[in-house]
């Protein structure tokens, strides 16, 4: 049996592929209300094709509930969070998650370890409690790191189809928990160890924020000299070796604005282009908001109040906000003390910030320029309901006439 602990963004998806795939499946959550809703029948958030899979899932017998049961293998997927300020995550719940893991498995049980880690935590932290525990890593229990690679908004195909790495102490441990992720994914999968399993990750993501900041800086050269970026970046992209990505409004999300800080922190003075790369993608959200300014001037508007953010999301379609580029935005509004803009997402149904309008049209009813921050299907279905306004396209979606790009 596989327990999978913490069904959130990650865990969930994770449980319900292995449920849905024969493999006798428990979701453990700390979280009554999540276990009940689950037990109830409903889904905890959006995500394409959940609906279906968790069906199939609870028509293979899945369970959900608080107690960590006994099982062969430990899947733990519980949130690190990310500290502003030391730049550092916060791996106390991987920590209880692994204590609590170790109360109750049988001995030779796996803990495979998905959550979003830096490199050597490991090593600092879930190695500790075993000799806390007073348990024998390699023959109470082993280790295992998994880390995940799906991408919110494509995720059940992702979990599917992607590449999978297990880091182990054994190979033999390695290749068995290989094994369970075969029943479910397609992808190539591959068995290296610990260190090298909790560095790829980081290695991934950190490489995706340089690429990204590329873009963001060709975007201001070219902004500067009066060129189209986008055109030179659709040309660039046409050589068989080159793939720059999009410059846009910043970078958001749990793990691309956040792992490539581990490097950085771990290797001052060697991890030069990823502390510039990020310094350029921080710095996109003040760029924006300065093109704002430049754009109300050339417009003759004078108002803040006039002027929309569409998107709170750290991207289209999906209803995660952290880290994300408007929000990065309305701090730094905040500390320039300038307020009364206004804001709306689809996606967002409670009111999270001032300024914020629940309803499209009334949203658009108040304002003069709409600034494009995210890119959701919703906005692009809606392109029509834009053609009176003054509109600020940071994501390159709209081709309406006059449109101002980064
Ligand atoms: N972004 C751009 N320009 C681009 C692409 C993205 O500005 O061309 C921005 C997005 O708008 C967003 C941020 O970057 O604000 C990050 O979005 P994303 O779609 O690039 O990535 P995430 O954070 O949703 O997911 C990433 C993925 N990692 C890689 O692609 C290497 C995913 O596979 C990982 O599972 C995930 O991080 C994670 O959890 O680590």
Redo the contacts with the bound molecule.
């Keep these: 049996m596989v327990a999978v602990i913490g069904i959130g963004y990650i865990g969930l998806p994770t449980a319900l592929m292995l449920a849905a795939s024969g493999v006798e499946t428990v979701g453990v959550d700390l979280n009554s209300s999540v276990v009940d809703r689950l037990n109830n029948g409903k889904i905890t958030f959006e995500e394409e094709g959940l609906e279906e899979l968790f069906a199939k899932a609870v028509a293979n017998g899945i369970r959900f509930t608080t107690e960590y049961p006994k099982a062969d293998v430990y899947i733990i997927a519980v949130p690190t969070p990310y500290d502003k300020n030391s730049r550092k995550i916060e791996p106390k719940y991987v920590v209880s998650a692994a204590s609590m893991v170790l109360d109750v498995c049988p001995k030779g049980s796996v803990m495979v370890i998905e959550s ?1 880690i830096s490199p050597g935590t490991i090593d600092r932290f879930v190695r500790p409690v075993f000799a806390e525990k007073g348990k024998k890593i390699g023959e109470d229990a082993y280790i295992v790191h998994a880390p ?5 908004g494509n995720m059940i195909y992702e979990l599917e189809h992607n590449s999978r790495t297990f880091g182990a102490d054994e190979r033999e441990i390695g290749e068995k928990i290989r094994d369970l992720y075969g029943r479910f994914c397609k992808g190539e999968l591959v068995v290296t160890d610990i260190r090298t399993a909790e560095m790829t ?1 980081v290695v ?2 950190t ?2 924020d340089i690429n ?1 900041a590329y ?1 963001n800086e060709l975007a201001k050269i070219c902004r500067s000299d009066n060129m189209d970026v986008y055109e030179i970046i659709r040309i660039a992209n046409k050589h068989p070796r080159v793939n720059i ?4 409004p ?8 956040v ?1 490539p800080w581990f490097l950085v922190g771990d290797y001052p003075g060697l991890a030069n282009i990823i502390l510039a790369a990020r310094k350029i993608n921080d710095s996109m959200p003040e760029y924006t908001l300065e093109r704002i300014h430049s754009i109300m001037k050339e417009n003759g508007m004078t108002e803040v109040g006039r002027v929309g953010l569409y998107g709170l999301t ?2 289209e379609d999906v209803d995660d906000t952290r880290e994300s ?1 408007t929000l990065q935005m309305l701090e730094s509004m905040a500390k320039h003390l300038s307020t009364g803009i206004k804001i709306y997402d689809p996606f967002i149904r409670d009111k999270m910030v001032e300024g914020q309008i629940m309803d499209f049209d009334e949203f658009l009813d108040s304002i003069d320029l709409v600034v494009i921050m995210v890119g959701h299907s919703h906005i692009k279905q809606n392109m029509d309901k834009l053609k009176n306004k003054i509109v600020f396209d940071t994501r390159n979606i709209c081709d309406i006439e006059g449109v101002y790009k980064l």
Excluded at 148 to 152: G, L, M, N, V
Excluded at 245 to 248: D, Q
Aim: with cysteine; charged share 25%.
């Design positions: 979003t995940e690679r799906i991408i919110p990750k991934e993501n490489f995706r990204i873009a990505l999009s410059p846009g910043g970078v958001g999300g749990h793990c691309i604005s792992d750290y991207k580029p």
